[in-house]
């Protein structure tokens, strides 16, 4: 079974830095794409980053120019650096990764997620 594991949420106050780091274990034959989605409290869950096998990085608009997507393959991790943090980005942040089974059916795992507090 494939897990993923977020880690390095907290609180941090507004204009810091944070970088959050997802850890996927468990055996992935085709991986498509991995992205950070985040859910704030009465809102939808959005997606904040993502990345393709090929390297390609879309990011919501809001974080355009603040936020980077990275990707390690060696040690199975991919990391969300978030920078000028407002309050805005209080949420809990979601690693996803979406990739294809060996019957090339489409599969999907989610992390459980960690809670970036940022305060005024």
């Known amino acids: 079974q494939v897990q993923l594991v977020e880690s390095g949420g907290g609180l941090v106050q507004a204009g810091g830095s944070l970088t959050l780091s997802c850890l996927a274990s468990?055996?992935?034959?085709?991986?498509?794409?991995m992205g950070w989605y985040r859910q704030a409290p009465g809102k939808q869950r959005e997606l904040v980053a993502g990345i393709t096998t090929g390297g390609s990085r879309n990011y919501a608009d809001s974080v355009k120019g603040r936020f980077t997507i990275s990707r390690d393959n060696a040690k199975n991790t991919m990391y969300l650096q978030m920078n000028s943090l407002t309050p805005e980005d209080t949420a809990v942040y979601y690693c996803n990764l979406k990739a294809y089974g060996k019957n090339y059916d489409a599969l999907e795992y989610w992390g459980k997620g960690t809670l970036v507090t940022v305060s005024s």
């Open positions: 468990g055996s992935i034959l085709r991986p498509n794409a």
